[in-house]
């Protein structure tokens, strides 16, 4: 089995976009005619990133209805977390869970944000193969509805858990499987762990890299964020 080197998370209720969420999981919704984890799997295919995990909960059968097992040349394998436990394990646990379907080192994206030109790019990841750091997260201008930001940039390319000037995370990463040591390897036991203090503790430790991205980003957390999106060509 061939390791793969992507995970996009997929398993969120979404409370906060219903009642569109009550039928539809939420990266399934369109912006501007195609569903929101469609543009990261193509830009992950065009990266050649050709295999890759989804996560799934919250009306996961209709993401494997939709996609199958591959779709624009792009493999796919899933981690069905509501099947296994009745109900999604938070970011961390849900990367946890499906630590043995990926490789040593992986991209983490999103399903429900919207960032089609961000490009998942092979040699930012060779790049960070071949550093010593145990995570690189891209941050993003701080959003109206996140106006304080949620971590620092170093002048030399450090995440910082503490800084005057803070970013917004973009739920966008280049993790090792080594970031997760101490959890349970495959988390057996379906345990629920954020991702957040994970960071926060390997920022202390000086162990995670970061870069600002500036190209289009929207958190697509609410029915009106979608209908923006889709007014606007």
């Given at each position: 089995m061939t390791l793969a080197t992507a995970m996009i998370l997929a398993a969120g209720r979404g409370e906060r976009m219903r009642p569109l969420t009550d039928s539809c999981p939420k990266p399934l919704l369109a912006v501007r005619g195609k569903p929101l984890m469609g543009y990261h799997l193509e830009a992950l295919g065009r990266g050649g990133f050709l295999d890759v995990v989804v996560n799934t909960a919250w009306l996961g059968e209709q993401i494997e209805?939709?996609?199958?097992?591959?779709?624009?040349?792009?493999?796919?394998?899933?981690?069905?977390?509501?099947?296994?436990?009745?109900?999604?394990?938070?970011?961390?646990?849900?990367?946890?869970?499906?630590?043995?379907?990926?490789?040593?080192?992986?991209?983490?994206?999103?399903?429900?944000?919207?960032?089609?030109?961000?490009?998942?790019?092979?040699?930012?990841?060779?790049?960070?193969?071949?550093?010593?750091?145990?995570?690189?997260?891209?941050?993003?201008?701080n959003p109206e509805h996140n106006p304080n930001g949620d971590f620092g940039l170093s002048a030399d390319g450090l995440a910082l858990n503490q800084a005057p000037r803070r970013h917004t995370y973009s739920t966008t990463g280049i993790f090792r499987q080594s970031f997760f040591d101490g959890q349970p390897h495959g988390n057996p036991q379906g345990l629920k762990l954020k991702l957040a203090p994970l960071l926060r503790t390997a920022m202390d430790r000086g162990q995670v890299s970061a870069e600002l991205y500036t190209g289009p980003w929207t958190d697509v957390g609410t029915p009106e964020r979608l209908t923006l999106l889709n007014g606007s060509a």
């Open positions: 209805a939709h996609y199958g097992q591959a779709a624009g040349g792009v493999r796919i394998r899933y981690s069905h977390e509501g099947k296994d436990f009745g109900g999604a394990l938070e970011t961390a646990g849900g990367i946890v869970r499906a630590l043995p379907l990926l490789d040593e080192a992986f991209w983490i994206v999103a399903g429900d944000v919207y960032m089609p030109a961000f490009e998942f790019s092979a040699a930012a990841f060779e790049r960070f193969v071949a550093g010593g750091k145990q995570a690189h997260i891209y941050l993003v201008p």
